[in-house]
């Protein structure tokens, strides 16, 4: 059978802090990014689902790809580039409890995607074999304005044929010349999406206002039939049947308390998977949205973006 969503993003290593050996930091090595996140946990669910990047040649990037082989999903659209290794980053713990992030991404890979001919026929190639595509604010913060449109462009054609566009608005500030570049280049992706997964507090870092109201005025102004809003513990909001410059339909899915919250990592991407694995299987909003949080509030309960395998699925159908 084919496959089901092709999702387009970069894929770092990632260290975490992991304890203290002979008066020196121990880290944890593990492979996470946005939108692979949302991968692996939608192939986990049963979605067939396929990851569009560009890794290194480097024993890390041949280990990552069989990490994604192993979790069922689809790696041919994956370049993998001579003498290159990927982004990485590394995660510290601050006292109070908050996590920082310092990035070595500059060289990676993935944000040279597009940018050449062969990149850019990859995609479209790809794009004739599936009926929806997964980007998100990461995707389109790593590339080149060049690389940007063309991905853009390639996404409206496709939309264009009948295939369904996917976006999740991950605002990372750290990747734009200035918030006006982001509010541009965001604007242009609601533009090419039929679906928009976003969260309250990226929006209103990017737009200025995470308000429901402002947020649906400018999805629905975009041409977004499909707007889910995240807003951490607060019930999500989802809005469908764009008509006469309104959703005809809005409600509002409360979040199941989680009691003992470990770390919050990928609670959005996690929560996007259980929404559109609900979806394609023919769930209402409601039930999707509960999904999306039921699958979250067991990856919060862990350390880490990707939850052990064994651990998510006994966990998710518990
Ligand atoms: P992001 O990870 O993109 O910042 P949110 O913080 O809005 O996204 O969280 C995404 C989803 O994760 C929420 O819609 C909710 O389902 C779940 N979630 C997040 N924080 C909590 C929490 N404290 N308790 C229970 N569920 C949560």
């Known amino acids: 059978m084919g496959i089901q969503i092709l999702a387009i993003g970069e894929v770092m290593l990632e260290l975490a802090p992991a304890g203290e050996f002979n008066g020196k930091k121990l880290m944890a090595l593990g492979y996470a990014g946005d939108t692979y996140n949302t991968s692996i946990y939608l192939a986990r669910l049963g979605v067939r689902t396929a990851y569009f990047t560009r890794l290194g040649d480097d024993p890390y990037s041949r280990e990552l790809l069989q990490i994604m082989v192993q979790e069922g999903l689809d790696t041919a659209s994956i370049e993998a580039v001579p003498g290159r290794t990927p982004g990485l980053y590394l995660i510290a713990n601050q006292p109070n409890g908050e996590r920082n992030f310092s990035f070595w991404r500059g060289q990676s890979p993935a944000r040279e995607m597009f940018s050449t001919k062969e990149s850019s026929s990859a995609l479209e190639k790809r794009l004739q074999e599936v009926n929806t595509a997964y980007f998100s604010g990461v995707t389109i913060g790593i590339l080149s304005d060049e690389a940007r449109a063309t991905l853009l462009c390639a996404l409206a054609e496709f939309r264009a044929r009948g295939g369904k566009v996917i976006f999740d608005n991950n605002y990372r500030p750290q990747l734009w010349r200035d918030r006006a570049h982001a509010q541009l280049a ?110 979250a509030g067991v990856v919060i309960q862990h350390r880490g973006a990707i939850v052990e395998r064994e651990i998510f699925l006994r966990e998710i159908s518990a």
């Open 186 to 295: 965001m604007d242009q992706s609601l533009a090419v999406a039929d679906i928009a997964l976003l969260t309250d507090d990226d929006a209103e870092r990017l737009w200025g206002s995470g308000k429901p109201e402002d947020i649906l005025d400018r999805c629905i102004t975009a041409g977004v039939s499909e707007v889910v809003l995240k807003r951490g513990p607060n019930p999500v909001v989802v809005a469908i049947e764009p008509r006469d410059g309104q959703y005809q339909q809005r409600i509002q899915v409360e979040v199941p308390p989680v009691a003992k919250v470990v770390d919050t990592t990928a609670a959005g991407d996690s929560f996007n998977a259980g929404y559109l694995a609900a979806r394609f299987a023919g769930e209402n909003i409601d039930r999707a949205a509960a999904r999306g949080s039921r699958c």
